[in-house]
């Protein structure tokens, strides 16, 4: 069974930063993709950015150039750093793995709130 926890929330001010970590425990198979999804209240979860074990990563328009997504295959471990943070990143940021073999699966961390004051 694979259990996602995140750790590196916290409140910070505009233009500041804070970098997020996912540790996975359990047996993942590869190939397999691990990322970060916010959410706020009264609106739908959305990406973040996600990477491939093989290193792939895709963004939302709305963090490029601001966020970076990373991972540590071996403790399998992702992460997310976040600069030049604005008060509209504000939410719950979610972890999550997908698999692919032998079966399709996917997994949710229990969340971490981030709050960027003005």
């Known amino acids: 069974q694979v259990q996602l926890v995140e750790s590196g929330g916290g409140l910070v001010q505009a233009g500041g930063s804070l970098r997020l970590s996912c540790a996975a425990s359990?047996?993942?198979?590869?190939?397999?993709?691990m990322g970060w999804y916010r959410q706020t209240p009264g609106k739908q979860r959305e990406l973040v950015a996600t990477?491939?074990?093989?290193?792939?990563?895709n963004y939302a328009d709305s963090v490029k150039g601001r966020f970076t997504i990373s991972r540590d295959n071996a403790a399998n471990t992702v992460y997310l750093q976040m600069n030049s943070l604005k008060p509209e990143d504000t939410a719950v940021y979610y972890c999550r793995v997908d698999w692919y073999w032998p079966k399709q699966g996917a997994e949710w961390g229990q969340g971490t709130q981030v709050t960027v004051s003005s």
């Open positions: 359990g047996i993942i198979s590869s190939p397999n993709t």
């Open positions: 990477i491939t074990n093989r290193g792939t990563t």
